[in-house]
């Protein structure tokens, strides 16, 4: 069986929409089972779908943050490592923010559960290593937690946290506000926010976004 994404074709090697279409397309797919199985009642999935059409304006919005997220790339650029954090389902969205630093920039970038930031990546952390967090509303207070460790060991703070969150930037702390907080589907609008940040650290560094060193696309390599 196929699930088509609709994503077109993309030449660039370290590819970015095919990452977010499948998101999409894995929460209709959600949908459609919590339907099968009547767990969903019709007024939320009505909700659900008016969401997803709103998806590009609120893509649009974040978008419009670009020069924000340009002045921090001008801050990476010179960093040889950075940490991605995040808890819940913004994890996967620390991977693939970490995945395209690396790929496109040549920065080592690992990503982490915030959870097990004290179980051995915080022995990491310095002034040479910033660390990336996206933060979400049910496990805020825990992150916060995180960011303190991290500050305590003058560790770079680059926030990208929700519309509605109370994280505030400060001295060590850089925060870049998403433009709304999109419940379940706030994941696909950060992870705009980081392929962007990679972009643009590629572009100060001089790297070929297109054609990473040493990569080539699975479906012309084995």
């Keep these: 069986m196929r699930f088509i994404t609709r994503a077109g074709p993309e030449i660039g090697v370290a590819s970015t929409k095919a990452f977010t279409t499948r998101l999409a397309t894995l929460f209709l797919l959600t949908l459609l089972l919590a339907r099968s199985r009547n767990q969903l ?19 649009e919005k974040v978008l ?9 790339a001008q801050q990476f650029a010179a960093r040889r490592h950075a940490l991605f954090l995040g808890r819940g389902h913004y994890f996967p969205i620390a991977l693939e923010g970490a995945l ?12 982490y559960p915030a959870g097990e930031l004290k179980h051995g990546p915080l022995a990491l952390v310095d002034e040479d ?21 991290v500050r305590a060991r003058g560790g770079q703070l680059y926030v990208f946290a929700d ?25 696909l ?21 297109d054609k990473p060193r040493n990569l080539a696309k699975s479906v012309t390599v084995e």
């Design 100 to 111: 395209k630093l690396k790929k496109v920039s040549y920065i080592h970038a690992e990503a």
């Design 189 to 209: 609008l950060h992870v705009v926010a980081l392929q962007l940040l990679a972009y643009h650290v590629a572009l100060v560094k001089g790297t070929d976004v």
């Design 64 to 72: 419009a943050r670009e020069p924000e997220i340009k002045g921090l």
């Design 41 to 59: 009642p019709p007024t939320s999935e009505e909700d659900y779908l008016a969401e997803l059409r709103h998806l590009p304006v609120a893509v």
């Design 163 to 187: 519309g509605d969150s109370q994280v505030r930037a400060e001295e060590g702390v850089q925060v870049l506000k998403m433009p709304e907080h999109y419940g379940v589907l706030s994941p």
């Design 129 to 149: 290593m910033p660390v990336v967090v996206a933060p979400n509303d049910d496990l805020l207070e825990k992150l916060k937690s995180n960011m303190d460790e």
